[in-house]
């Protein structure tokens, strides 16, 4: 089974400041990645993910996020970000389809 | 089109009592899985879901049952609810030709 990290429980950054998100996973073999954006008190929202191709995927509200295979990383980053970005954000790994594996989640506060 | 939506939206229980969470999907999805989630430790999978009769377990699925009888619902039942069962809990589905899960809102459940 798979096992995501997410070094960062909580990651307070100011307004307009870039931040990166950390998420590494355990097995080098084929994967599917993704990044999941959580509100309070609501689901899981897609943010953006990497199925094959071009290793650097974006979102549309800004986040990007570059899968590196010899390191398992698929950290997820933002040259600037706003208040509304402040939400708990998870990393999954996919192998064969039929199970995410989730990572513990990153708490994102933007300070105003 | 609703997406996923899952039904009650809060509960609580006395330890001992039984219940029923209901999660309905409108996107003709094969796959659907319960995940409960919990501070600091992410999205655990319960069980899941490959087709319309069929149930596997996953990571967490000790005193949990689910069934699939109809292929747009999949219920969660709590035979004998305990304290530790206290969460939140998230229903999520897929199509077979995707790999990314769609979530529902969540049920928060309180067990005394």
């Known amino acids: 089974a798979q096992s995501v990290t997410q070094l960062d429980s909580q990651v307070p950054v100011f307004e307009e400041a870039p931040v990166e998100l950390r998420c590494n996973y355990s097995s080098s073999v084929s994967v599917y990645l993704f990044w999941y954006v959580q509100y309070p008190n609501q689901g899981l929202q897609l943010l953006l993910k990497y199925l094959s191709g071009s290793t650097l995927v974006e979102s549309i509200n800004g986040f990007e996020a570059e899968f590196n295979k010899s390191q398992t990383s698929f950290h997820l980053r933002k040259p600037s970000v706003h208040i509304s970005d402040t939400a708990e954000y998870f990393c999954?790994?996919?192998?064969?389809?039929?199970?995410?594996?989730f990572g513990t989640g990153t708490s994102l506060t933007v300070i105003p | 089109n609703a997406g996923v939506t899952q039904t009650p939206k809060f509960r609580v229980l006395k330890t001992g009592q039984s219940m029923t969470l209901l999660c309905a999907q409108d996107m003709n999805h094969e796959y659907m899985y319960w995940y409960r989630q919990d501070p600091g430790m992410g999205l655990r999978l319960i069980h899941y879901s490959v087709g319309e009769g069929t149930t596997a377990k996953g990571e967490v699925p000790d005193g949990y049952n689910v069934s699939r009888l109809k292929k747009q619902n999949f219920l969660l039942g709590l035979e004998s609810a305990a304290p530790s069962q206290t969460s939140v809990y998230f229903c999520a589905s897929r199509t077979s030709g995707q790999h990314e899960q769609f979530f529902g809102p969540g049920t928060r459940l309180t067990v005394l």
């Open positions: 999954a790994v996919s192998e064969a389809g039929n199970q995410f594996y």
